[in-house]
């Protein structure tokens, strides 16, 4: 593991780490699952360091940016692990040491491995490391979640969103307002937002329909 900035105190780990499930039993699979938490906590720490006046939906946003399968099979191969991976026959044929989803996974599970091997704090220093130059790298658009998802819409020539006030609460000098956002075409799509502005509860709102139709469309 010469590219990983980390020593295993037990291979062993890192080795369960690089086994594909087409190598049989025991295989990377729950250290996917454990991984994939971890980069969860890890990286939204440092979008919450990073971006301090983000709301929740922009930062869910960029996290979506740098933990999917396609960034973190970068990582991987900038680690080589593709050239470690333990993979069965069929695989081996077919290439599956250069797929994205095989490398991702066992990304995944390597975090594991680190926080298995040495807890959190080892697992949170390696992350960050890897992390860290991605986030001070991401391009914080200045237009808020409204305009983005008016422009986005009007640039495919769908019908613009609809935006309702659920609910209030709170006395009025501290509401707080639940608003929904609706779009009917391509598919529909309806998220609720909520703020101490009906027009922070509307970006809210905005900023996870744009998350939707994002997923949607990778």
């Keep these: 593991m010469t590219k990983l900035a980390y020593r295993f105190s037990d291979p062993s780990l890192a080795q369960l780490a690089l086994t594909h499930r087409s190598a049989g039993r025991p295989n990377n699979e729950r250290m996917e699952f454990l991984g994939d938490a971890l980069l969860g906590v890890v990286v939204a720490e440092l979008l919450y360091e990073a971006h301090p006046n983000a709301s929740e939906g922009e930062m869910s946003r960029l996290r979506a940016q740098l933990v999917n399968g396609q960034a973190l099979a970068v990582l991987a191969r900038e680690l080589e692990l593709g050239d470690e991976l333990k993979l069965g026959s069929g695989e081996l044929k077919s290439g599956g040491f250069r797929r994205d989803s ?117």
């Design 102 to 218: 095989i490398l991702a996974d066992a990304f995944e599970a390597l975090v594991a491995a680190v926080y298995l091997d040495a807890g959190f704090d080892a697992c949170r220093a390696v992350v960050r490391s890897l992390f860290e130059p991605l986030v001070a790298a991401i391009p914080r658009s200045s237009k808020d979640a409204k305009t983005r998802l008016q422009e986005l819409l009007q640039a495919r020539g769908w019908p613009l969103p609809q935006y309702d006030l659920i609910d209030s609460h709170g006395e009025d000098h501290a509401k707080t307002f639940d608003v929904s956002c609706e779009i009917n075409e391509p598919a529909q799509v309806r998220a609720e937002g909520r703020g101490t502005s009906r027009r922070a509860a509307e970006q809210d709102a905005a900023e996870t329909v744009l998350r939707r139709l994002q997923e949607l469309n990778s």
